[in-house]
């Protein structure tokens, strides 16, 4: 119960709009740096041509982003069996990705979303299961992502990182072990054997050196033994709208950036196809927790990986981009979190 309260006041902290100003202004300080570097490459002629964009791929640009929002929402309704409706659905996946752009990528919005989900009235034990089942989802899409790097087919595209091609390949290979065994041994515990992991948790936590550890391996245990019995029985249709849902909504959360750059500049298949791939790497690096949203680490990476092919218009695209996929959020959390809080009250009246 301790632990609970401690949670929903961490989410309370995170879900704080005077928050907003420190994510806010590393991102454009970021972006300010990137437009003084550009210096005199960056004319008012370059300017003026972002308003003759080709309006086909604008469209879809924008679009994805809509589509990319349905696909969290239906998950999210698909996952809890209809028990949410649309519209709690809906401020859950909002909301969620506003605590993501307010904390480092690695924190992500996890107990955020515990929180949403209790006080749209869900028990403990299922919001909990939906986040960790949520996030095995976007891990398996990730590490299915990730693996074209295996056979060197990520190699040009590390190349292009200059001076720190070692380091960007580095962290890339190291998040996505990390990410792999930690998957791994999730996915066990829920799907296959819980009470086996919880066995393996504890005896490993005994070892003298690991037992500060044992407190928190009983309640990641204890944790995955809940969503296990929350998803136990679940049939292979289930299970195909779910993946189904999260191989769609992050397939258009990469498209957004493809048709956004195609709407700008020729790109021909093998340049969407190569930058899907920079995505998965920026993605990899973008969980060291460094600043909230990703950013510093977002933009860098950014002008790195695209900077041959847009040229001139690198910063300005780097502004839509961060626009659409971080500013964005910040601007719904101010919207919507003021709304959802008085909803939940007024629920619970």
Same mark, same amino acid.
């Given at each position: #119960? ?7 006041? !961490?989410?309370?902290k995170? %879900? ?5 100003? &420190? ?7 970021? %972006?300010?740096f +990137?437009?003084?570097? =550009? ?16 309006? /086909? /791929? *604008?469209?879809?640009? &924008? ?32 909301? +969620?990705e506003?605590?993501?752009a *307010?904390t ?14 209790? @006080?749209?009235?869900?028990? *403990? ?18 590490l299915?992502?990730? #693996? ?9 595209l ?25 998957t ?28 500060? +550890? ?15 019995? !929350? ?7 289930f +299970? ?9 909504t ?5 498209? &957004? ?6 709407? /700008?500049? @020729? ?31 977002? !933009? ?10 847009l ?6 695209? =780097?502004?839509?981009?961060r ?27």
């Open positions: #119960m301790e632990t609970q309260e401690n949670n929903n006041l !961490e989410a309370l995170v %879900l704080n709009l005077r928050r907003i100003w &420190f994510p806010t202004l590393c991102g454009l300080a970021i %972006l300010g +990137w437009f003084y570097r =550009a210096g005199n490459k960056l004319t008012l002629a370059t300017i003026a041509q972002l308003g003759r964009p080709n309006g /086909y /791929y *604008l469209s879809m640009a &924008f679009s994805s982003i809509l589509l990319r929002e349905i696909g969290h929402i239906c998950r999210l309704r698909f996952l809890s069996n209809a028990t949410l409706s649309w519209t709690s659905c809906f401020y859950i996946a909002i909301l +969620w506003f605590s993501s *307010l480092p990528s690695v924190v992500g919005g996890g107990i955020v979303a515990i929180f949403l989900f209790s @006080k749209e009235g869900l028990p *403990l034990g299922r919001s909990l299961a939906y986040v960790i089942v949520n996030g095995i989802m976007d891990n398996f899409f990730f299915l992502a990730g #693996m074209p790097a295996f056979g060197g087919m990520y190699k040009p590390f190349a292009m990182a200059d001076e720190f091609d070692t380091v960007v390949k580095s962290i890339f290979f190291i998040n996505y072990f990390i990410l792999c065994i930690y791994l041994v999730i996915t066990m515990g829920v799907f296959i054997n819980p009470t086996l992991l919880k066995y393996i948790l504890l005896r490993i936590t005994s070892i003298g050196f690991l037992k500060k +550890w044992r407190r928190s391996a009983y309640h990641i245990s204890k944790d995955i033994v809940i969503t296990s019995h !929350e998803f136990k029985g679940k049939g292979f249709f +299970w195909c709208k779910i993946l189904s849902c999260t191989f769609f992050w397939m258009a959360r990469y498209s &957004f950036l493809n048709c956004l750059i195609a709407a /700008y500049t @020729k790109v021909s298949l093998s340049q969407h196809v190569a930058m899907f791939g920079k995505q998965v790497i920026m993605w990899a690096l973008m969980l060291i927790p460094f600043l909230p949203g990703g950013s510093g680490i977002a !933009e860098y990476s950014f002008i790195q990986f695209f900077e041959p092919i040229g001139d218009y690198t910063p300005l695209i =780097a502004l839509l981009w626009a659409c996929t971080f500013f964005l959020y910040l601007l719904l959390g101010i919207i919507f979190l003021p709304r959802w809080i008085h909803r939940v009250l007024e629920k619970n009246a």
